[in-house]
């Protein structure tokens, strides 16, 4: 069979149950993957488009290296280049990606799945190590994204129909995506590479300029795309109409490969962003452990009571520093805000935008005090603040509510806000006395060493005056709460924290409640330190969503998606001036 009869059957059975705002596919190659430590990083493209509302397939080749000494080791004992036996053992480093993938999906609190070669059920015809496409037994694949946010799939391989496994050639990982995102009905794929685009020459060259394509036709990405794009996916995408995205790892802006070209015009030169932390504790050490290594931004300070006190990250010790001064005289771009006290975080937010710099808090009980004067401040000042991960932890609260907002008028919220409550509430529930319960949520990272904020309802009433400011321009002046002790009665039913506020009247009226006559199925179905949102549209629309409330890695990502959303606004206004 030709290829072009191939991508014939391919194009017969489309199936466009999706569109492109609420699915992307993502491709991470082996340049992205190059080791299990880089499955944090991939987690962290994929956490910022669930973020903005979409579901996610993530397409993953092996790590670097790794096909190359599978084949190698199937060769020793004596399989030949065409063996139907070797496919299927040279996959399975597709399928161990997509499994650590899926892992760091998980870790920051996104619900993912991976799937097997078989599961994904893509159908193949041709020789043994460059099959094509001739179908997908997409069943698999359309239940998993109904009921996950997140499905990882491997790569490379395919299913002949006899049953057995076959690979997609080299680069096929590229085709897989395509052939994906043809049959879930999407305009455009998106390849996580490690250069932000197509250029007129090699990127490393040290004759010319190189320029960047922001758009390339199909023809140009064949003449220009080497081993950039495979031909066999750039053939596919043309066939089936599927633009084909081209990008860096966290950056916006790449090539587009389609039906037209645009001239090529040089690209911006990325300078790192100096960062500026404060605090060391459970959120700063996590994004401590995921900025110092990585290039594009420079730590130069870090922000603590006490400069010589040992910490479970490596860090050089002359970044750290107890005065605020000497920090912001370090002249950051950026501070990201992690500290535990309200007032002293609040003071030190205000310092950092009367200087001009962007901030970034996951501190709730600092933004919760004035959010309108702070975000008026940046304003004033021509800088940027940004506060996703003082709610919510993992779970993008703030997000589903602006999206609400702006679908129309919201007439309250219901939430799970605190995962060091959820998770005590589950202990108790299983039968754990007060003080076990307690104990295993400091074990687990959510407790502090003082819990009393989150005990007394105090955590979860910030996270609600913010929602209500995000929700209705104004936050409640009261929000009663409940108290979780050892001497509360929580009766033989489900019991959840819940924090709501509603307009009633033209008035809001909030609480922080023990709720225990819980029916909602959302809210049920939380375990350990998860949280979730409900929004009410006056229209009778609903918006949920849900993730981990709590714990080092899913509050450090939710700082890190807003990083990002900085970065890309700090480039945007760069490139208009």
């Known amino acids: 069979m030709s290829a072009n009869a191939a991508l014939a059957l391919v194009e017969a059975e489309p199936n466009p149950q999706w569109n492109d705002d609420e699915v992307v596919v993502l491709k991470f190659g082996s340049s992205i993957l190059r080791n299990a430590d880089e499955a944090p990083a991939v987690a962290s493209e994929i956490y910022g488009h669930v973020r903005a509302g979409r579901k996610v397939v993530a397409v993953v080749s092996a790590l670097s290296g790794h096909t190359d000494r599978m084949l190698a080791e199937a060769r020793a004992l004596g399989l030949g280049h065409e063996n139907e036996l070797l496919p299927a ?7 161990k990606s997509a499994a650590l993938v899926a892992i760091a999906c998980d870790r920051v609190g996104l619900d993912a799945v991976g799937l097997s070669v078989r599961e ?10 460059h099959a094509r496409p001739v179908s997908l037994r997409g069943d698999r694949l359309h239940q998993a994204l109904a009921e996950h946010q997140v499905v990882v799939v491997p790569g490379f391989g395919g299913i002949r129909p006899n049953g057995r496994v076959a690979l997609l050639g080299r680069g096929g990982s590229d085709l897989t995506a395509v052939v994906l995102a043809a049959e879930l009905g999407l305009r455009r794929v998106r390849l996580v590479k490690d250069v932000d685009g197509l250029y007129d020459r090699d990127p490393a060259s040290e004759t010319g300029t190189p320029l960047r394509y922001r758009r390339a036709s199909w023809d140009t990405a064949r003449q220009l ?9 750039i053939g596919l995408g ?23 070209d645009a001239p090529p015009g040089p690209a911006a030169v990325a300078v790192p962003l100096k960062i500026a932390l404060a605090g060391c504790g459970v959120v700063g050490g996590g994004l401590l452990n995921r900025l110092l290594p990585n290039k594009a931004y420079e730590v ?6 006490n400069p010589a006190k040992c910490r479970d990250v490596t860090v050089p010790q002359n970044l750290f520093t107890s005065d605020i001064n000497a920090l912001l005289a370090k002249k950051p771009d950026l501070l990201l805000e992690a500290l535990s006290e309200g007032e002293a975080g609040h003071d030190l937010i205000v310092r950092a935008l009367e200087a001009g710099v962007d901030v970034i808090s996951a501190n709730k009980q600092a933004v919760a005090v004035d959010p309108q004067g702070l975000r008026d401040l940046a304003t004033a000042r021509g800088c940027r603040i940004a506060w996703s991960a003082a709610v919510g ?3 993008p609260m703030i997000e589903t509510l602006r999206a609400a907002r702006a679908a129309g008028p919201v007439v309250g919220f219901e939430a799970v806000l605190n995962g060091t409550v959820n998770f005590m509430l589950q202990r108790l529930g299983e039968g754990a006395a007060f003080a076990d319960a307690l104990a295993d949520a400091r074990a687990a990272g959510f407790a502090e060493e003082d819990p009393s904020s989150d005990l007394e309802g105090h955590d ?3 996270k609600v005056k913010l929602l209500a400011f995000e929700a209705f321009g104004q936050a409640p002046a009261d929000v009663p709460c409940d108290v979780l002790s050892a001497r509360t009665e929580l009766g033989p039913r489900l019991v959840r924290q819940i924090g709501s506020c509603f307009r009633k009247d033209g008035a809001l009226e909030a609480a922080v409640r023990l709720d225990r006559d819980l029916e909602d199925a959302l809210f049920q179905s939380l375990e350990g330190e998860r949280n979730a949102l409900k929004v009410y549209g006056q229209d009778g629309r609903v918006w949920t969503c849900k993730g981990r409330g709590a714990g080092r890695w899913a509050t450090t990502e939710s700082v890190l998606s807003d990083l990002a959303d900085v970065v890309r606004a700090r480039r945007a206004a760069a490139e208009k001036v």
């Open 460 to 462: 979860s009433a910030a």
């Open 120 to 129: 994904l059920g893509i159908v193949v015809e041709g020789p043994a190590q």
């Open 300 to 305: 130069v300070g870090v922000l603590v009571r």
């Open 225 to 233: 795309g080497g081993a950039l794009v495979q031909h066999d996916a």
């Open 89 to 95: 053992y040279v996959v399975l480093g597709e399928e």
């Open 238 to 260: 043309q066939t089936r109409g599927v633009e084909i995205e081209v990008a860096a790892l966290g950056r916006a802006d790449g090539t587009v490969v389609g039906d037209k």
């Open 393 to 395: 932890g993992g779970a």
